[in-house]
């Protein structure tokens, strides 16, 4: 038989990514992030954080222009803390919210808090999902900077999400929970397309994937409030933080990069 001319993805390696700490969190790891088609991988490890509860994680960038990860310059009150609000002046708005399971929409998954991972009881994440993206957002997110960022900060040291001041995203939940605790600027390569001959069909796409609704624009993260199901998921944001700590990571990982040496 003879060959037919058909085309392949390369997917181009790159290394994971460090994350810096933020709000004085201590967290630290890396993450890797990936495109091919419109199908995104992110694999996340993270420890240092707030062990036994839900950590909101996103990746943010406004479309055409690099994200970077803020700095105490973006305290605008200077107050110390910084908050999602003032940092999203470096980061902008979500584009993808980093869910272990079902929707993961900017706007309607951004504070699914009973569908983020939860810190173990060393205070370590470990995640790992494939999505599959709208033609648009995955055009967009070639070879874009784009910024990861986790939130969820101890600030009094309580061993919990608690304190007297409460998230601007959602006057229901604690400053704490929704604060920043790291972010890292990763650039998503754009896949290289090469001519290949072949006698037979090309491979599907990848099967490990999760579909969700595609996000359209960007989460305005100075709006709060519960999202309204979707899809046939009831989102809900969890006031009582403490009943999500038997949540199960879903999706698996399947990270390139070793984890970070624990017996210090």
Not at 176 to 197: F, I, Q, Y
Request: overall charge negative; aromatic content about 4%; proline content about 8%.
């Amino acid at each position: 038989m003879a060959g037919w001319a058909s085309t392949s993805v390369a997917q181009t390696e790159q290394p994971a990514s460090e994350l810096t700490p933020l709000n004085e969190s201590g967290a630290a790891g890396n993450v890797e992030v990936s495109l091919e088609g419109n199908f995104l991988r992110v694999d996340l490890l993270a420890d240092n954080l707030l062990p036994g509860a839900p950590h909101a994680q996103h990746i943010h960038f406004e479309p055409g222009t690099p994200a970077s990860c803020p700095s105490s310059e973006h305290d605008a009150d200077g107050d110390g803390v910084l908050t999602t609000t003032e940092g999203k002046s470096a980061y902008g708005p979500i584009q993808v919210s980093l869910t272990t399971e079902g929707d993961f929409g900017a706007e309607s998954s951004a504070l699914a808090l009973d569908r983020f991972p939860v810190a173990d009881d060393d205070g370590m994440v470990e995640y790992g999902r494939t999505f599959e993206l709208s033609p648009d957002l995955a055009s967009q997110l070639a070879g874009m900077t784009v910024a990861v960022v986790q939130h969820g900060v101890n600030l009094n040291d309580s061993g919990e999400y608690d304190g007297e001041q409460m998230s601007e995203l959602d006057p229901s939940l604690p400053l704490e929970g929704t604060v920043p605790a790291d972010c890292v600027m990763v650039t998503v390569a754009a896949a290289e397309e090469e001519p290949t001959t072949s006698t037979t069909a090309p491979p599907p796409p990848p099967t490990d994937s999760d579909t969700g609704a595609a996000p359209s624009g960007g989460m305005e993260t100075g709006a709060g409030g519960t999202a309204a199901p979707q899809d046939g998921i009831a989102i809900q944001t969890v006031v009582a933080l403490g009943a999500l700590g038997g949540l199960a990571i879903a999706g698996g990982t399947a990270l390139a990069w070793r984890r970070r040496d624990r017996s210090r």
